[in-house]
């Protein structure tokens, strides 16, 4: 089936410097992505999303980009810091209906 | 954000019990809910949709005798895992959208630690 992945399952920086994370999906009739942050024992917390109408957008220190033309996505985190420690999922919504979740970074942010 | 609730956080049961994990949306109506089952260091999978006064939909391989769920309201839903056996021990998120529909954003549960003993 229709699935989305990610290039790194371990992603390790240094506090300041800017991370990123990718993600390629196969399903090209996704119209929706959204980008989620998981502490350990926690639920699933939104970050930011994007519609499939756009490029780029940008939040509070994280910038998604989508690019159709290859399937990718990525999240960018400015400034990074140790709470922003966490597994980072992506994931997509093929016709607006069902979250098709990635398999997971874990991002490790050392002081 | 909007804020989803589940109860009980943790639970711990004999094999052969059943146990209900309650998920609620505290300050928004959700006409849909989900329910998900993550395994360690694993990705989210979707066991069922709900929707508020329907059956539910569940995916395939999700045995809908043995995982109840009902949403009974437009704030509440609860999935009950009925004679619980040590493979169901797994870590149970839900999620609620609101009445925008599918452009609304889907906002998660911290989820509930099941351990079948």
């Known amino acids: 089936g229709e699935s989305v992945g990610l290039h790194l399952p371990t992603l390790s920086v240094q506090e300041g410097d800017n991370s990123i994370i990718n993600c390629a999906y196969s399903n090209s009739a996704s119209d929706y992505f959204i980008w989620y942050k998981q502490e350990s024992g926690k639920g699933p917390q939104f970050i930011i999303d994007i519609r499939s109408n756009m490029d780029k957008r940008q939040g509070q220190r994280v910038t998604v980009l989508l690019n159709k033309t290859v399937k990718h996505l990525s999240l960018q985190i400015a400034a990074t810091q140790p709470g922003d420690s966490a597994v980072y999922f992506c994931a997509e919504i093929p016709g607006f209906q069902k979250l098709v979740f990635g398999t997971g970074t874990r991002l490790l942010v050392s002081p | 954000g909007a804020v989803v609730s589940q109860h009980p956080s943790r639970v711990i049961c004999k094999s052969g019990t059943s146990v209900k994990i309650e998920c609620r949306s505290l300050?928004?109506?959700?006409?849909?809910m989900f329910w998900y089952r993550q395994f360690p260091k694993q990705s989210l999978m979707l066991m069922a949709t709900s929707n508020e006064g329907s059956k539910a939909t569940y995916e395939q391989g999700v045995e809908k005798d043995k995982f109840l769920i009902n949403h009974a309201s437009l704030t509440l839903s609860t999935l009950t895992v009925t004679s619980a056996h040590p493979e169901d021990s797994s870590f149970y998120i839900c999620?609620?959208?609101?009445?925008?529909?599918?452009?609304?954003?889907?906002?998660f549960g911290p989820g509930t630690r099941l351990t079948v003993l």
């Open positions: 999620s609620a959208r609101g009445l925008a529909g599918p452009t609304d954003t889907q906002y």
């Open positions: 300050d928004f109506q959700a006409t849909t």
